[in-house]
């Protein structure tokens, strides 16, 4: 398998070069190329794939790795059962 068909985001199924192009076409944090790829926006919320964004984003750049914005975390950032929200925690509705 080439490398450009790497996938780099298993939820959403990005590929390498579709990263690298959005950071060619202007993504410069992940979480531009999270806009403009969907890589990050899968089940896993980007825990599994947005370091590899960054790392990629970084040697495109020839940027430091800690130069690199990361994507901002928004809440809930792990999946929440509704019932801690509405109070019906254990009870049968």
Known sequence: MPAEDWIICRCE???LS???DAIRQ???DVDAVKRMT???MGL???RTCARLV?????RE???PVAQVRQARQRLPVRPTPASLFTGT?????
């Open 26 to 28: 202007g993504g410069r």
């Open 18 to 20: 579709e990263i690298l």
């Open 38 to 40: 969907r890589a990050g």
């Open 89 to 93: 925690e254990g009870t049968r509705i």
């Open 61 to 63: 750049l020839g940027v």
């Open 44 to 46: 896993c919320q980007g």
């Open 54 to 58: 960054s790392q990629l984003i970084a």
């Open 13 to 15: 199924e990005v590929k």
